[in-house]
């Protein structure tokens, strides 16, 4: 899209809500709407944008408040669930590519839940799912399910963590970690580089290096970080 004529990026939330299971962390993943035009029949976590209700009067323009105000709200219309604001832990914060004609500037939360009796809308949510991490990872190689790069990442982390605790811990420490993709098309797909990235200021994949970056292939996904 030439400079100009970039489309605006919608600020929106998502909750990472999280559980510990009998056999370990599991998160909840809800099924778009397969006639959605954007990521229709995907699963992702609950969210979506923030509405002006979601912006405190007396602080119109403070986004992280109204991002988490939004979230809340978003999991209550699309799961049925409460959460209490204040346990809210901001993760990462996620802004589409410019070239791409939809955006949206989304803050990432980690939250353990509370209630697990979901219940979607029905709507724009079609199924649910509580989930191990590693078992949706596994049916994304597999082919029986899509997620969006922002929800394959952000389970790439989780798939490292034992339990809440260890989730709460490893992902919400310091600043929630800025993702302004930068995309390069190669052979057999394209390669996603993150900040971090020895080529991502270049768009150079082949920069020798620190490594964060996706790897979206037709042979399969990889994310690959340096921690």
């Known amino acids: 899209m030439a400079e100009g004529n970039v489309a605006p990026a ?6 990472v809500l999280v559980r510990d299971a009998d056999d370990g962390l599991e998160v ?21 944008r923030i509405d002006p209700s979601d912006h405190l009067p007396e602080l119109p323009d403070d986004l992280p408040a109204a991002a988490r105000r939004a979230a809340v709200r978003e999991l209550r219309e699309e799961a049925s ?7 809210l832990r901001a993760i990462s914060r ?29 709507g724009e949510i079609h199924e649910f799912r509580w989930t191990a991490p590693r078992d949706a990872l596994r049916d994304q190689r597999e082919g029986t399910i899509e997620l969006p790069p922002p929800t394959f ?13 260890g989730a709460l811990e490893t992902l919400s420490v310091g600043e929630p ?32 290096g620190a490594r964060h970056r996706l790897w979206i292939l037709k042979s399969g996904w990889r994310y690959e970080r340096e921690y």
Not at 10 to 15: F, L
Not at 95 to 102: A, R, S
Request: charged share 20%; proline share 8%.
């Open 28 to 48: 909840l993943l809800v099924r778009r709407n397969a006639k959605l035009t954007f990521h229709g029949g995907a699963w992702v976590f609950p969210g979506g």
């Open 81 to 87: 669930l409460e959460l209490d604001i204040e346990s």
């Open 177 to 208: 970690r800025p993702f302004r993709p930068r995309i390069c098309n190669i052979e057999g797909g394209a390669c996603s580089l993150y900040e971090g990235d020895a080529g991502y200021d270049g768009l150079d994949p082949d920069a020798p």
């Open 10 to 15: 919608h600020p929106s939330a998502t909750v």
């Open 153 to 165: 990442v952000t389970l790439n982390d989780l798939a490292r963590c034992a339990d809440v605790a």
């Open 94 to 122: 996620w802004v589409t590519p410019e070239i791409l004609p939809k955006r949206f500037d989304t803050w990432f939360f980690l939250a353990p839940a509370t209630n697990y009796d979901v219940v979607v809308d029905g």
